[in-house]
Protein backbone atom coordinates (compact mmCIF):
# COMPACT_ATOMS: atom_id res chain seq x y z
CA UNK A 1 0.00 0.00 0.00
CA UNK A 2 1.19 3.63 -0.59
CA UNK A 3 0.87 6.23 1.64
CA UNK A 4 -1.03 8.29 -0.62
CA UNK A 5 -3.64 5.05 -0.50
CA UNK A 6 -3.41 4.93 3.14
CA UNK A 7 -4.23 9.10 3.24
CA UNK A 8 -7.09 8.12 1.25
CA UNK A 9 -8.21 5.11 3.59
CA UNK A 10 -7.71 6.90 6.55
CA UNK A 11 -10.09 10.18 4.93
CA UNK A 12 -13.04 7.68 4.95
CA UNK A 13 -13.14 7.66 8.69
CA UNK A 14 -13.12 5.00 11.27
CA UNK A 15 -16.19 2.48 10.76
CA UNK A 16 -16.92 -1.35 11.04
CA UNK A 17 -13.74 -2.52 8.69
CA UNK A 18 -11.70 0.71 9.53
CA UNK A 19 -10.21 1.12 12.71
CA UNK A 20 -7.19 3.65 13.80
CA UNK A 21 -4.75 3.78 16.55
CA UNK A 22 -1.79 6.60 16.89
CA UNK A 23 0.59 4.15 18.65
CA UNK A 24 0.47 0.75 20.47
CA UNK A 25 0.77 1.87 24.37
CA UNK A 26 -1.73 -0.92 25.21
CA UNK A 27 -1.17 -4.00 23.48
CA UNK A 28 -3.80 -5.91 25.25
CA UNK A 29 -6.97 -3.36 24.21
CA UNK A 30 -5.98 -3.07 20.63
CA UNK A 31 -5.77 -7.01 19.77
CA UNK A 32 -9.34 -6.49 20.61
CA UNK A 33 -10.01 -4.31 17.65
CA UNK A 34 -8.58 -7.20 15.74
CA UNK A 35 -10.51 -10.07 17.26
CA UNK A 36 -13.38 -7.68 16.53
CA UNK A 37 -12.49 -7.04 12.51
CA UNK A 38 -12.16 -10.97 12.18
CA UNK A 39 -15.40 -12.31 13.79
CA UNK A 40 -17.44 -9.29 12.34
CA UNK A 41 -16.18 -8.22 8.22
CA UNK A 42 -12.92 -8.61 8.22
CA UNK A 43 -10.86 -5.12 7.82
CA UNK A 44 -8.20 -2.97 8.47
CA UNK A 45 -6.12 -1.10 11.11
CA UNK A 46 -4.03 1.67 10.74
CA UNK A 47 -1.56 2.53 13.29
CA UNK A 48 -0.03 5.83 13.31
CA UNK A 49 -3.12 7.74 12.21
CA UNK A 50 -5.13 9.61 14.72
CA UNK A 51 -8.77 9.57 15.84
CA UNK A 52 -9.75 12.32 13.08
CA UNK A 53 -7.85 10.24 10.35
CA UNK A 54 -4.35 12.78 9.84
CA UNK A 55 -1.73 10.33 9.09
CA UNK A 56 0.78 11.81 11.30
CA UNK A 57 2.55 8.44 11.91
CA UNK A 58 4.67 7.04 14.79
CA UNK A 59 8.56 6.93 15.26
CA UNK A 60 10.19 3.65 15.42
CA UNK A 61 6.85 2.10 13.41
CA UNK A 62 8.58 -1.12 13.32
CA UNK A 63 8.72 -1.56 17.33
CA UNK A 64 4.82 -1.25 17.24
CA UNK A 65 4.46 -3.75 14.54
CA UNK A 66 6.75 -5.81 16.82
CA UNK A 67 4.92 -5.18 19.82
CA UNK A 68 1.30 -5.84 18.49
CA UNK A 69 2.68 -9.20 16.71
CA UNK A 70 3.91 -10.49 19.82
CA UNK A 71 0.34 -9.58 21.77
CA UNK A 72 -1.53 -11.27 18.42
CA UNK A 73 0.69 -14.22 19.21
CA UNK A 74 -0.04 -14.62 23.22
CA UNK A 75 -3.53 -13.49 23.75
CA UNK A 76 -5.49 -14.28 20.65
CA UNK A 77 -7.01 -18.27 19.98
CA UNK A 78 -7.42 -19.64 17.98
CA UNK A 79 -4.71 -18.09 15.91
CA UNK A 80 -5.04 -14.98 13.82
CA UNK A 81 -4.45 -14.51 9.82
CA UNK A 82 -3.29 -10.97 9.02
CA UNK A 83 -1.16 -9.57 6.76
CA UNK A 84 1.06 -6.52 8.01
CA UNK A 85 2.93 -3.91 5.92
CA UNK A 86 4.23 -0.96 6.61
CA UNK A 87 4.60 2.42 4.77
CA UNK A 88 6.94 5.59 5.55
CA UNK A 89 6.14 8.99 6.32
CA UNK A 90 9.79 10.33 6.90
CA UNK A 91 12.89 8.82 7.62
CA UNK A 92 11.60 8.26 11.47
CA UNK A 93 8.00 8.23 11.05
CA UNK A 94 5.55 5.22 9.56
CA UNK A 95 2.14 3.58 9.49
CA UNK A 96 1.68 0.40 9.74
CA UNK A 97 -1.19 -1.48 7.99
CA UNK A 98 -2.42 -4.18 9.54
CA UNK A 99 -4.95 -6.31 7.50
CA UNK A 100 -7.29 -8.92 8.88
CA UNK A 101 -10.03 -11.31 6.71
CA UNK A 102 -13.41 -12.14 7.92
CA UNK A 103 -12.05 -15.57 9.97
CA UNK A 104 -13.67 -19.06 8.42
CA UNK A 105 -12.41 -19.77 12.16
CA UNK A 106 -14.15 -17.56 14.00
CA UNK A 107 -14.86 -16.91 16.82
CA UNK A 108 -11.47 -15.71 17.95
CA UNK A 109 -11.60 -14.69 21.78
CA UNK A 110 -8.65 -12.95 24.08
CA UNK A 111 -7.34 -15.47 26.31
CA UNK A 112 -8.14 -13.73 29.90
CA UNK A 113 -7.45 -14.74 33.23
CA UNK A 114 -10.75 -14.60 34.04
CA UNK A 115 -12.63 -15.81 31.25
CA UNK A 116 -12.19 -15.73 27.50
CA UNK A 117 -13.62 -12.56 25.68
CA UNK A 118 -15.10 -12.06 21.92
CA UNK A 119 -15.54 -9.08 20.56
CA UNK A 120 -17.48 -7.95 17.26
CA UNK A 121 -17.48 -4.66 15.31
CA UNK A 122 -20.56 -2.27 15.64
CA UNK A 123 -20.39 0.51 13.26
CA UNK A 124 -16.82 2.19 14.53
CA UNK A 125 -16.71 0.50 17.67
CA UNK A 126 -15.52 -2.86 19.10
CA UNK A 127 -18.06 -4.36 21.64
CA UNK A 128 -17.46 -7.53 23.95
CA UNK A 129 -19.72 -10.59 22.35
CA UNK A 130 -23.05 -12.23 24.51
CA UNK A 131 -23.14 -15.68 24.64
CA UNK A 132 -25.72 -15.21 21.80
CA UNK A 133 -23.32 -13.58 19.63
CA UNK A 134 -20.64 -16.36 20.69
CA UNK A 135 -23.18 -18.97 19.49
CA UNK A 136 -24.04 -17.65 15.76
CA UNK A 137 -20.26 -17.06 15.21
CA UNK A 138 -19.36 -20.50 16.25
CA UNK A 139 -22.72 -22.74 14.53
CA UNK A 140 -22.92 -19.59 11.61
CA UNK A 141 -19.25 -20.91 10.15
CA UNK A 142 -21.02 -23.57 8.04
CA UNK A 143 -24.36 -22.43 7.74
CA UNK A 144 -26.93 -25.85 7.47
CA UNK A 145 -30.78 -25.82 6.18
CA UNK A 146 -32.34 -25.01 9.65
CA UNK A 147 -36.04 -25.93 10.06
CA UNK A 148 -38.31 -23.23 11.40
CA UNK A 149 -40.73 -24.89 13.74
CA UNK A 150 -43.55 -22.50 14.57
CA UNK A 151 -44.85 -23.30 17.87
CA UNK A 152 -46.15 -21.29 21.21
CA UNK A 153 -43.04 -19.66 21.95
CA UNK A 154 -42.63 -18.75 18.24
CA UNK A 155 -45.84 -17.06 18.11
CA UNK A 156 -44.99 -15.06 21.20
CA UNK A 157 -41.98 -13.87 19.61
CA UNK A 158 -43.60 -13.25 16.61
CA UNK A 159 -46.51 -10.83 17.63
CA UNK A 160 -44.25 -9.08 19.87
CA UNK A 161 -41.72 -7.90 17.07
CA UNK A 162 -44.73 -7.19 14.74
CA UNK A 163 -45.91 -4.66 17.15
CA UNK A 164 -42.33 -3.18 19.21
CA UNK A 165 -40.09 -3.80 15.88
CA UNK A 166 -37.50 -5.16 18.59
CA UNK A 167 -36.72 -7.31 21.54
CA UNK A 168 -34.46 -8.64 24.27
CA UNK A 169 -33.39 -11.59 25.42
CA UNK A 170 -34.62 -10.66 28.99
CA UNK A 171 -38.11 -9.48 27.06
CA UNK A 172 -38.22 -12.20 25.11
CA UNK A 173 -38.13 -14.79 28.38
CA UNK A 174 -40.67 -12.52 30.32
CA UNK A 175 -42.80 -12.56 27.84
CA UNK A 176 -42.93 -16.24 26.57
CA UNK A 177 -42.80 -17.44 30.30
CA UNK A 178 -39.32 -19.00 29.79
CA UNK A 179 -36.10 -19.68 31.10
CA UNK A 180 -33.48 -17.88 29.96
CA UNK A 181 -31.47 -20.59 28.62
CA UNK A 182 -34.62 -21.94 26.15
CA UNK A 183 -35.17 -18.33 25.22
CA UNK A 184 -31.74 -17.96 24.01
CA UNK A 185 -30.93 -21.20 22.37
CA UNK A 186 -34.32 -20.25 20.77
CA UNK A 187 -33.57 -16.56 19.54
CA UNK A 188 -30.43 -18.41 18.23
CA UNK A 189 -31.67 -20.91 16.14
CA UNK A 190 -34.04 -18.13 14.41
CA UNK A 191 -31.31 -16.02 13.76
CA UNK A 192 -29.31 -18.92 12.21
CA UNK A 193 -32.63 -20.21 10.17
CA UNK A 194 -32.44 -16.60 8.27
CA UNK A 195 -35.53 -15.17 10.21
CA UNK A 196 -34.19 -12.89 13.04
CA UNK A 197 -31.19 -10.26 13.28
CA UNK A 198 -29.08 -10.01 16.10
CA UNK A 199 -27.60 -6.55 16.55
CA UNK A 200 -24.66 -6.77 19.38
CA UNK A 201 -24.68 -3.83 21.75
CA UNK A 202 -22.41 -2.87 24.61
CA UNK A 203 -25.12 -3.43 27.21
CA UNK A 204 -28.01 -5.44 26.01
CA UNK A 205 -28.10 -7.11 22.57
CA UNK A 206 -31.76 -6.76 20.50
CA UNK A 207 -33.11 -8.82 17.96
CA UNK A 208 -35.16 -7.77 14.87
CA UNK A 209 -36.87 -9.52 11.83
CA UNK A 210 -34.74 -10.16 9.20
CA UNK A 211 -35.47 -7.93 6.44
CA UNK A 212 -36.23 -10.09 2.74
CA UNK A 213 -33.16 -9.88 0.63
CA UNK A 214 -30.87 -8.99 3.23
Do not use: C
Not at 68 to 79: D, H, M, Q, T, Y
Not at 156 to 177: C, H, N, P, Q, R
Not at 183 to 203: D, G, W
Not at 206 to 212: A, Q
Amino acid sequence: MTLQEVKALAAKGEGLKLEFKKKIAFPEKVVRELVALANTAGGVLLVGVDDDGTVSGQRFIEEEIFVLEKAIRELIFPPLDYEVESVKLTEKKGVAIFSIPLSNNRPHYLKEKQRNQAFVRVADRSVQASREVWEVLRRGKNPKDMVFTYGKKEEVLMKSLEGLGKITLKEYAKLAKLPYFLASKTLVRLVLANVLQIHPQESEDYFTLKESGV
